[in-house]
């Protein structure tokens, strides 16, 4: 009996001792590790501090980044409606349409800087600018992470914590919360995810973000007070957005539309390109020539393209050791980078037989003058002449959720119609010629507008009389004759304008707001149908097969403003 007792009790103190034995190891090795992990810290701390000595020189694109209103080129109008939107007293969302490179960003910042400064808006000095890219904004279905709304760090997640280990799920604020108070910017905001923009949509109605979590037990003691408090009343995020975009407003999902004023900025004018390109001149310290800045107005399309052009023209200059900026480094770096030219178009110098000056939009808020040239011979074969079309859309798809339908594009039916209404205004038989009608140009071209084009352009071959090369139209054509209006006239209106043209031809059934505010000694003559249009364009001296009629002439006073539309 002793026996067993003496040997239960030596097997007691020998497993305490393996077992302290065992907890004395552990200790040494936590010791150890932790020196280690020390040890490594400070190696990289010092790394770290190593890395952030060395600094480069601020890149051109910083130096030359907005930083008042004064700094924003060419975007008069669309600054007033900014300001108007975001410094008063009950700030808007705001969806800003425009193209790359046009200061949509910069006028954001500085925008809400001089909201600071008004004593009746909401915004207090703290008032953050929140900025996240929604091409790069992260989205998971299973809600593990939203950078944009938040989301729920349950337990079962690695790296939970000590709350994790006690069950406790862990709400993490989103860019939504992070804003609070002043501003989210949203880049390229049509590119979020549809569920993204949902959840949006509910943030802006309630201007708080709700979290669930099935970990969650709104009795559990164990949870503390501030989770208890944001789960039952949520997370604040009450804040203004300002969405970017270089998409059409259509692409858009009208829910979000709905709830945003909508702000347009337009394309950078070639001066206004020029104007960027003196103040990066300065930037670098260097002179440009005249000529330099003339190259890169030919190229640029914004001021973006502008500043970079600058920078990489002043590095050739710099490694030659040369103080000044010439045409010939601004040539080598269009080569370089395969820069097309811009797409602005200047009038002719003549009246000619077939040609004449179209109007069209290319992109959001961008208009061009387009031309278009026909030509018309006796056919073979009396009642056998055929119309050939070539720099133009023959056929175009629309997507529908599931169905794909394939149709003759807009164009090809807009010379049909014109052709038609021709049969009732020129004295011979258009089938007894050969008419071919060609874009030139390169950009296929597509849409109703160019009915009223085209067929002055036919009557003009087939008449053989010369069309002012000061006049520019845009309209629809209906079979009868009509002249229909079309949209995107303010963004033709500003291309007319800037390409010379004297004179622009619109439907009389045009409404346009703002129509008054564009075109620098342009006279807009609204006509209702084929044969006034006519009668504007065929050079008075010579017009002796259409009787010339009288249609009100609008004069439209200097200014600049371009919004979008369609072509």
């Known amino acids: 009996m002793n026996t067993t007792l003496l040997f239960l ?46 600094s480069l020189t601020e890149p051109l694109s910083e130096k030359a980044r907005p930083t008042n209103l004064s700094d924003i080129v060419g975007q008069e109008e669309g600054l007033r409606a900014l300001r108007a939107t975001l410094c008063g007293p009950n700030p808007q969302h705001v969806i800003i349409y425009g193209p790359p490179g046009v200061g949509k960003t910069a006028a954001a910042r500085v925008v809400l800087e001089e909201a600071k400064r008004m004593t009746y808006s909401p915004f207090h000095q703290d008032a953050v600018f929140c900025e996240m890219d929604a091409t790069t904004a992260r989205f998971d279905e299973r809600g593990i992470a939203d950078p944009l709304i938040g989301s729920v760090h349950d337990p079962i997640y690695q790296g939970a914590g000590s709350m994790g280990v006690a069950g406790i799920p862990q709400p993490k604020p989103g860019a939504v919360t992070k804003a609070h108070g002043g501003i989210l910017f949203i880049d390229e905001i049509g590119e979020l995810h549809p569920i993204q923009i949902n959840k949006l949509l509910k943030v802006l109605e309630d201007r708080k973000v709700y979290f669930e979590s099935a970990y969650y037990n709104q009795d559990d003691a164990n949870i503390p007070q501030h989770i208890h408090d944001i789960f039952q009343n949520g997370l604040p995020a009450d804040f203004r957005l300002v969405g970017a975009t270089t998409r059409n407003p259509e692409d858009l999902p009208p829910a979000i ?9 337009r394309p950078l004018v070639p001066d206004e390109i020029t104007e960027i390109v003196r103040k990066a001149a300065k930037k670098v310290q260097l002179q440009m020539t005249e000529a330099a800045m003339m190259a890169v107005k030919r190229y640029a399309t914004n001021g973006r393209d502008a500043v970079n052009m600058v920078q990489l023209s002043a590095g050739i200059a710099m490694v030659e050791n040369r103080m000044e900026i010439d045409e010939s480094d601004v040539e080598w770096v269009a080569e370089s980078s395969q820069l097309p030219p811009r797409p602005d178009k200047h009038i002719g110098t003549e009246s000619q037989v077939g040609v004449v000056n179209g109007l069209a939009v290319i992109g959001p808020m961008s208009g061009v003058l387009l031309e278009i040239e026909a030509v018309a011979r006796k056919s073979l074969v009396a009642g056998h002449g055929k119309v050939s ?22 164009v090809m039916g807009s010379l049909d119609n014109a052709m038609t209404a021709l049969k009732n205004i020129v004295p011979v038989h258009l089938q007894d010629f050969d008419i071919h009608l060609n874009f030139p140009g390169g950009i296929p071209v597509d849409g ?48 007319a304008r800037r390409s010379g043209v004297k004179r622009v031809i619109l439907s009389a059934e045009q409404v346009e707001r703002n129509m008054s505010s564009l075109g620098a000694g342009l006279e807009v003559h609204f006509v209702h149908k084929l044969e ?25 006073a200097p200014t600049a403003v371009a919004q979008g539309g369609i072509c």
């Open 9 to 54: 009790s030596f097997l007691q103190v020998g497993f305490a001792g393996v077992i302290a034995i065992y907890f004395v190891q552990q200790m040494k090795h936590q010791q150890r590790h932790r020196v280690t992990i020390d040890r490594d810290s400070v190696r990289e701390m010092e790394k770290l501090k190593a890395m952030r000595a060395v």
């Open 448 to 495: 109703p507008s160019a009915g009223i084009s085209m067929a002055v352009a036919i009557y003009s071959a087939v008449m053989d009389l010369p069309i002012d090369y000061q006049v520019a139209m845009t309209g629809e054509v209906s079979l009868k004759g009509d002249i229909k209006p079309v949209g995107g006239i303010l963004a033709k209106l500003d291309a």
């Open 257 to 265: 539309r709905s709830r945003c004023i909508e702000v347009f900025f």
């Open 532 to 556: 006034d249009a006519i009668a504007l364009t065929v050079v008075k001296e010579t017009t002796t097969t259409v009787k010339e009629k009288q249609v009100p002439v609008v004069p439209i």
């Open 389 to 410: 079309v070539t720099g133009a859309v023959e056929e175009e798809e629309i997507s529908g959720g599931k169905r794909v339908i394939k149709r003759r594009s807009m």
